[in-house]
């Protein structure tokens, strides 16, 4: 009897704590959608960070980035970091325009010392619709957001 009892209590516990785990992880996950992304300090620097590309600034970019993404871009051969600064420059759009689409499209999920922003935007022409999505995590430390991998 005395063994059933205690094996009752032990499973208790350990579904309570399961429970509790996933509650405290669900609580822990914030999303933040559209115009207020651009008041978080990751929302800050994806703006920055694109416009710093469009610009053709990469020394600058590449400084918003974890010391981790700063030492890959460092250790790249020259030509490889001309290419593909070109590829991204090509592809990148002005502060403005990246802050409409934000406001527009934008999804920052927020976990911990992590976050990921989605960019999701709708195309439509005489051949019917498209949806672009750009994706970028960063690395929360303290009130500093960094992009990482």
């Known amino acids: 009897m005395r063994v059933r009892r205690i094996s009752v209590v032990l499973l208790s516990l350990v579904l309570s704590l399961t429970l509790a785990g996933r509650a405290h992880a669900a609580a822990s996950k914030v999303e933040i959608k559209g115009a207020a992304i651009l008041d978080h300090a990751c929302g800050k620097v994806a703006v920055k960070h694109m416009g710093l590309v469009h610009a053709g600034k990469m020394d600058e970019a590449t400084k918003l980035g974890s010391k981790e993404m700063q030492e890959q871009w460092k250790a790249l ?15 990148s759009k002005t502060e403005a325009q990246f802050s409409a689409e934000i406001k527009s499209g934008g999804l920052l999920v927020v976990e911990g010392n992590k976050a990921t922003l989605t960019v999701k935007q709708e195309h439509k022409d ?24």
């Open 126 to 149: 005489a051949n019917g619709t498209s949806t672009d999505t750009m994706t970028q995590n960063y690395v929360i430390d303290g009130a500093n957001c960094w992009i990482t991998r």
């Open 77 to 91: 051969p020259a030509a490889d970091r001309t290419m593909m600064s070109g590829m991204m420059k090509e592809t």
